[in-house]
């Protein structure tokens, strides 16, 4: 039986952004950044091009958010993606739904696949919280 949390995210879940709530790793402080974000099945996964950034060092050191799509709020934790068949099935669903940066996506690919650039992208499941 699906949960509560993700049958309102299901209702919500066709926009194209969401609003991420994180925590700084060192301060603990709550921070927001609005991001893209994929539901398949019964999963939610978050996505970004760039490792670096503050949100995604923030949810690997302190993994506990929460999040708001439209009027719903959502809490849950990250878990980062390693596995490689885990990560093209992520990289699949970012096509999907964000197919207007498939030509951006797949030079960058085929760059890293090269050595010319390195792939500093990342990407987390959440698992939410039970209402």
Same mark, same amino acid.
């Given at each position: 039986?699906? &949960? !509560?949390?993700?049958?309102?995210?299901?209702?919500?879940?066709?926009? /194209? #952004?969401?609003?991420?709530?994180?925590?700084?790793? !060192? #301060?603990? =402080?709550?921070?927001?950044?609005?991001?893209?974000?994929?539901?398949?099945?019964?999963?939610?996964?978050?996505?970004? @091009?760039?490792?670096? =950034?503050?949100?995604?060092?923030?949810? !690997?050191?302190?993994?506990?958010? &929460?999040? +708001?799509?439209?009027?719903?709020?959502?809490?849950?934790?990250? +878990? @980062?993606? #390693?596995?490689? /068949?885990?990560?093209? !099935?992520?990289?699949?669903?970012?096509? =999907?739904?964000?197919?207007?940066?498939?030509?951006?996506?797949?030079?960058?690919?085929?760059?890293? &696949?090269?050595?010319?650039?390195? *792939?500093?992208?990342?990407?987390?499941?959440?698992?939410? @919280?039970? *209402?």
């Amino acid at each position: 039986m699906e &949960s !509560k949390s993700f049958e309102r995210l299901r209702r919500v879940g066709d926009r /194209q #952004t969401l609003r991420l709530t994180h925590y700084g790793r !060192k #301060t603990g =402080r709550p921070y927001e950044v609005t991001i893209w974000y994929l539901v398949d099945d019964d999963r939610l996964y978050l996505v970004s @091009a760039n490792a670096a =950034r503050n949100w995604v060092r923030n949810v !690997k050191a302190r993994p506990a958010i &929460s999040f +708001r799509v439209g009027d719903e709020v959502f809490n849950g934790n990250v +878990r @980062a993606i #390693t596995d490689t /068949q885990e990560r093209e !099935k992520v990289n699949g669903l970012v096509e =999907r739904k964000y197919w207007f940066v498939i030509p951006i996506l797949r030079l960058g690919r085929f760059l890293a &696949s090269m050595g010319i650039m390195r *792939d500093d992208s990342a990407a987390f499941e959440v698992i939410l @919280a039970d *209402d």
